[in-house]
């Protein structure tokens, strides 16, 4: 709405060019903090092994099998949150937008609990927890990753691989719903029914979409090893 001047001319309210101003500021905030990541993973990428980047973190934290269900436990928690349950979850704030009328469109200091400081502390946790996992461990070297390879590929029948994919996507999914337990524990209440939308959502999308998928193309990709295999052992006529 307009302000209307002595002259009988509106002119515009200044609120909605505040709540623009500060909306252009979120956004190149997040520009500047996106940039930062990449030009710190870049460097990593160029110095080698001894800067560590988030890659080489993954590599080191997802080796051991507990860092592996973790890591597929907030797999599942980001596929639940974007394709089962939507957007409707915590880490939800204002729109960056003008306040409604009658409203001043922030979060009262029980929702900033909640669906802020809650989620975010939970989630810088586990971050600092890899940093940590990282600093102790010693990143293998090209050696022994084409090793670990080597061996994968004389494994011994891939049916007899399928009961440990089916017990670390469980494992991982015990991890999911842990996780959202504590959630509900740590902000005093249970919105909506979440614990029990992440039990049945979680179950569906880990047990119906990634244990077939996981299975399928293992043994798409084994399909492939042992063509490429029969392949290279073929003589070569001439």
Request: net charge positive; charged share 15%.
């Amino acid at each position: 709405m307009g302000v209307l001047e002595s002259g009988g001319r509106a002119t515009p309210s200044p609120e909605p060019r505040a709540a623009a101003g500060v909306r252009v500021v979120g956004l190149i905030g997040w520009a500047l903090i996106f940039g930062a990541f990449l030009v710190w993973e870049g460097l990593g990428l160029t110095l080698g092994h001894q800067w560590p980047t988030l890659s080489h973190m993954l590599r080191v934290v997802t080796r051991p099998l507990p860092g592996r269900l973790v890591l597929f436990g907030l797999w599942l928690w980001v596929g639940w949150h974007l394709f089962i349950r939507g957007w409707d979850f915590f880490l939800r704030g204002p729109l960056p937008e003008a306040p409604s009328p009658g409203g001043s469109g922030g979060l009262s200091l029980g929702q900033m609990w909640q669906q802020a400081i809650v989620p975010l502390t939970g989630f810088y946790a586990l971050f600092l927890g890899m940093l940590a996992f990282s600093a102790r461990r010693q990143l293998p070297d090209d050696h022994d990753t084409a090793s670990e390879a080597a061996s994968a590929l004389r494994a011994a029948d891939w049916l007899r691989a399928v009961p440990g994919m089916v017990l670390t996507v469980a494992a991982g999914y015990g991890f999911f719903v842990a996780m959202i337990g504590a959630y509900v524990l740590v902000s005093g209440s249970d919105p909506e029914g979440l614990l029990g939308h992440a039990i049945r959502g979680g179950a569906l999308l880990a047990f119906g979409v990634v244990v077939p998928g996981f299975i399928l193309l293992s043994g798409t990709a084994r399909l492939k090893r042992r063509r490429r295999v029969c392949r290279a052992g073929r003589p070569t006529l001439g």
